[in-house]
């Protein structure tokens, strides 16, 4: 994969997942990760979120009902996170969070509720 593909990828990522983040990340990469860093960076976020086909938006939603079929929380926040830098709105959080338990399952959506409050209630203590 070329040097293009990891630029784009890296702004990608950035944008989307903050650039405190991302930098902290690549930064704590080591001999045996940095690789894998490195190509997950150029193919996810390079080519997948590069391709300009979707808006940022749409990719965000579509991932959260995809990382939650996965059961990956972790990964399921951080791109919560990302959705709503992506402007994806509560209303449509709820929406996506409906689907989510009724084709994942209620324990799966339950979580998804569970993460999404926590979420919401540290935005609204920083806008305070």
């Known amino acids: 994969m070329g040097d293009d ?4 990828g890296l702004d990608n990522r950035k944008a989307v997942l903050g650039g405190d983040y991302v930098e902290s990340v690549l930064a704590q990469a080591d001999d045996f990760s940095r690789l894998f860093q490195e190509q997950m960076t150029a193919w996810c ?3 997948g979120w590069g ?6 938006k749409t990719r965000s939603m579509l991932n959260l009902t995809m990382i939650a079929a996965l059961n990956r929380m972790h990964e ?3 791109h919560l996170r990302g959705a ?3 402007g994806v709105s509560r209303e449509e959080l709820r929406s996506i969070l409906h689907v ?3 084709y994942c399952g209620v324990p799966a959506g339950v979580e998804c509720f569970r993460i999404a409050k926590r979420v ?4 609204d203590a920083k806008e305070g």
């Open 100 to 102: 989510i338990a009724i």
């Open 5 to 8: 593909l990891f630029q784009t």
């Open 120 to 123: 919401f209630a540290e935005i």
């Open 45 to 47: 976020w390079g080519f």
């Open 76 to 78: 399921w926040e951080l």
């Open 84 to 86: 709503i830098t992506n």
């Open 51 to 56: 391709d300009d086909t979707l808006d940022k």
